[in-house]
């Protein structure tokens, strides 16, 4: 998405993260912040998450600099699902997503999502809030799995599956935050939004 006058960059190509940002009246444009997300040794997810916010943050900042743009708030966000104390990222192919989801068939995970603020001008600040919920899954079938894995939702999200989508059938409880599951936590951006004195923008009379 670009935005005629964007209050900020979005450092994701995640088409969730951009919808729920604009389901808020934010106005954005989205920048490159490829980089390498693999954990590392022993961190603890909480860390993990964080670092990754905060690496996003400050490349989609470098990137924003390189190409010359106009200098910007960069918000950046990271999600991994936890589950026996391992970090699920996104799967590499269709044969780790099924993996993913057999862990997680019949159990409760946990869902990060860290959201990281930059200001970059002119004096460079940074805001970072920590989402945590909670959800379960019933006891998914070989079949479903198979099914699920055929339809391509899992191959781009962490844990392997989306919560707004197919994924919604397995899900039999959720403590926490649908928006931090999704990939963005709408209460916690909202406070970030506030503290860096960013307004949403009120919607326009047709």
Known sequence: MV?????LYLASSSPRRAELLTQIGVQFAVIDADCDETPLPAEAPRDYVQRMA???ANTGSAEMVAQQLPLRPILAADTAVICNARILGKPRDVHDAATMLRLLSGRRHQVLTAVALL??????QEWLALSKSDVTFRTLSEAE???YCRTGEPLDKAGSYGIQGYGALFVTALNGSYSGVMGLPICETGRLLK?????LMLPTEN
């Open 3 to 7: 935005a005629k006058f964007p209050q």
């Open 54 to 56: 905060r690496l996003k």
């Open 119 to 124: 200001i970059p001008t002119p004096k460079p």
């Open 145 to 147: 799995i198979t099914w």
């Open 195 to 199: 503290q860096a004195g960013i307004a």
